[in-house]
């Protein structure tokens, strides 16, 4: 009862479920709107290598600073790792974390592409393509693996505009600024939360589009309890219910660091990705879903530093 009571007042101040900010959350929201278009306008101005050592700091930081943001990353991990594993790729992930998000903040440069730092071979490439030529649409599922927001910038070099799925900012006068990074790469960005979101991806596939999401971290939207990295897990419903609905082919995409030097024109010793698409045959929901949740969870065993254990 007192869970759900603190439920109901968290809902009267979050603006995205029709709530209203209280005085002292305007003053505190608006200081942080400034902070944040500070910090890319500062992030925008820093050379690319400077850029990702502060990231890379700023991740070492956060690990020793947060104990209990470590402990529950290294108590995820634990159950897939042995322990001494699951400590050293904690600490890794956490460096890589903020490694990623400066990787990501480059998109907003108008030098930068994200074949510089994203790869997919011809394999993968001609996967996507049949299923973008088959003409149902397609519904790309991927996880917050590595720098994440470049594989859909990647996909859009190809030739086709997806469009990907996301959750709205708690202030609305931030989604411009998150966003932006993704309009300027030719990328339809839907609000989950936002009125007409539901009719805006289904124009998208119909369109022949992919629409993306993101399905390795519990979010608030119709899910079922699976096994995923050891244990019980949220993982959303939608993307297979979409292909249930429409027909849409349903393909996973995750990307994998790679060792060594990377091999960007202008970013030769900054990390580089190879993107993996896997079409899945079609299946009941309950099919559909063990199958992303398999691939999905592969792809992280496989690369595992570069996912948020902290989640």
Sequence with gaps: MEHSLEFARARRRDVREGGRWSFWQRAK??????????????ADRTPARALLRLGRSLGWSLYWLAPRLRARARARAAACFDRARAHALVRNSFVHMGENLCLSLLLRRPGIA?????????????????????????????AHLGPFELLAARVAELGVRPAVVVRESYDPRLDACVDAHRTSHGLEVIHRGKPGAAARILRALRQGKPVGFLVDIESRVPSVRHDFLGRPSLIPLGPQRLCQLTGADLVVGTLRRRLGPGLGRATSTLPHFDLTITRVPSAGEDELTYRVVRLVERAILRNPEDWPWLA
């Design 29 to 42: 929201n608006a200081f942080i709107l400034r902070l944040v278009r500070g910090a890319l306008w500062a």
């Design 114 to 142: 994200p074949s510089d730092f994203v790869s997919l071979d011809a394999t993968t490439e001609n996967t996507l393509c049949e299923a973008v030529a088959a003409g149902r649409g397609v519904v790309f599922v991927s």
